[in-house]
C-alpha cells in the first residue's frame, strides 16, 4: 500500500492570554492509499487541529506533513493552495454549504475555482449526486435539506475534486442516529469504490469501527 499523507513529530501550541498551551505534543501519523482511518479522543484533545494541520490549512510549530513525499511546509502559497483544491477536500461537522448557491451550485464550486468548465464538469457532477441520492435535489437550496441531505451534499462537493485524501471532522456529529448510519454506509461505499483516504473525526466508537483503522488522541498525543 503506497502512502498518501505522514506527519512525523507534529508539535503545536496556541497562546490563550498570556497562556501558552501545547494541543498537539508530537504526532506521528501517517494514512495509506485508500485507507479510511478514524480518529478517536476527548474534545479539546487536538483532533481538529490535527486534521488542520494534515490538510495544510495550519502550520505546525514543530514537524513536518508530507503528500506523497512532499513536504507541505516547503511549498510556495500558491502551490499549497493549488494542492488543497486538488488533492484535499474537507467536510466539516455544520455549515458546509454556502447558503445561496443551490445543491449543483456547491457542488460544482470547487471545480470552477479550480478553472474548469462548467461543459467539461456537469456529467461528472450529476452522476456523483445522483450517486448520493441528490438528483431530485440540484436547484434546492441548503437550507430546504434535511441534515442528512446536507451532508450528502457536502461529500458530494468533497468527491467533484477527485482528491486523494478527504478529511471530516465528525461528519455524524450533528445528525440523528438513522441519517448518521446512512452517511457511515456511504462513506464505507465510497471507500471501496474509490482510491481515496478518509481521514475521520468522530466522538462515536460506533461510527469509528466502520474504519479500516482507528487511532486514538489523548492529550494532544495518539497513543
Ligand atoms: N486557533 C486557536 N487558538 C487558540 N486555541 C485553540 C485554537 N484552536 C484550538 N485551540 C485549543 O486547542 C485545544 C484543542 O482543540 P481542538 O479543536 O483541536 O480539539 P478537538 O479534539 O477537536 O475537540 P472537539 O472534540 O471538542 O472538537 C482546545 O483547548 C482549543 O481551545
Ligand atoms: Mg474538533
Known amino acids: 500500500m503506497k502512502n498518501v499523507l505522514t506527519a512525523q513529530?507534529?508539535?503545536?501550541s496556541f497562546l490563550s492570554g498570556d497562556v501558552q498551551t501545547q494541543v498537539l505534543r508530537g504526532v506521528d501519523f501517517c494514512v495509506d492509499e485508500g485507507e479510511f482511518v478514524a480518529i478517536l479522543g476527548e474534545s479539546g484533545s487536538g483532533k481538529s487541529t490535527l486534521l488542520y494541520i494534515l490538510a495544510g490549512i495550519d502550520k505546525p510549530d514543530e514537524g513536518d506533513v508530507k503528500l506523497l513525499g512532499e513536504s507541505l511546509l516547503t511549498l510556495s502559497d500558491e502551490r499549497l493552495a493549488a494542492m488543497r483544491r486538488r488533492d484535499f477536500s474537507f467536510v466539516y461537522q455544520f455549515d458546509?454549504?454556502?447558503?445561496?448557491?443551490?445543491?449543483?451550485?456547491?457542488?460544482?464550486?470547487?471545480?470552477?475555482?479550480?478553472?474548469?468548465?462548467?461543459?467539461?464538469?456537469?456529467?461528472?457532477?450529476?452522476e456523483i449526486l445522483e450517486y448520493l441520492g441528490l438528483g431530485e435535489r440540484l436547484s434546492s437550496y441548503p437550507r430546504q435539506l434535511s441534515g442528512g441531505e446536507q451532508q450528502r451534499c457536502a461529500i458530494?462537493?468533497?468527491?467533484?475534486?477527485?482528491?486523494?485524501?478527504?478529511?471530516?471532522?465528525?461528519?455524524?456529529?450533528?445528525?440523528?442516529?438513522?441519517?448518521?448510519?446512512?452517511?457511515?454506509?456511504?462513506?464505507?461505499?465510497?471507500?471501496?469504490?474509490?482510491?481515496?483516504?478518509?481521514?475521520?473525526?468522530?466522538?462515536?466508537?460506533?461510527?469509528?469501527?466502520?474504519?479500516?483503522?482507528?487511532?486514538?488522541?489523548?492529550?494532544?498525543?495518539?497513543?
Open 96 to 126: 458546509n454549504l454556502v447558503p445561496n448557491l443551490t445543491v449543483y451550485e456547491n457542488v460544482s464550486l470547487p471545480l470552477l475555482l479550480d478553472g474548469k468548465k462548467e461543459g467539461e464538469i456537469k456529467d461528472k457532477l450529476l
Open 9 to 12: 513529530n507534529v508539535k503545536k
Open 156 to 223: 458530494a462537493r468533497a468527491l467533484a475534486t477527485s482528491p486523494k485524501v478527504i478529511f471530516l471532522d465528525e461528519p455524524t456529529g450533528s445528525l440523528d442516529k438513522e441519517r448518521g448510519r446512512q452517511v457511515m454506509e456511504l462513506l464505507i461505499d465510497i471507500n471501496k469504490r474509490t482510491n481515496v483516504a478518509l481521514i475521520m473525526v468522530t466522538h462515536s466508537e460506533a461510527h469509528a469501527a466502520y474504519a479500516d483503522r482507528i487511532v486514538r488522541m489523548e492529550d494532544g498525543k495518539i497513543i
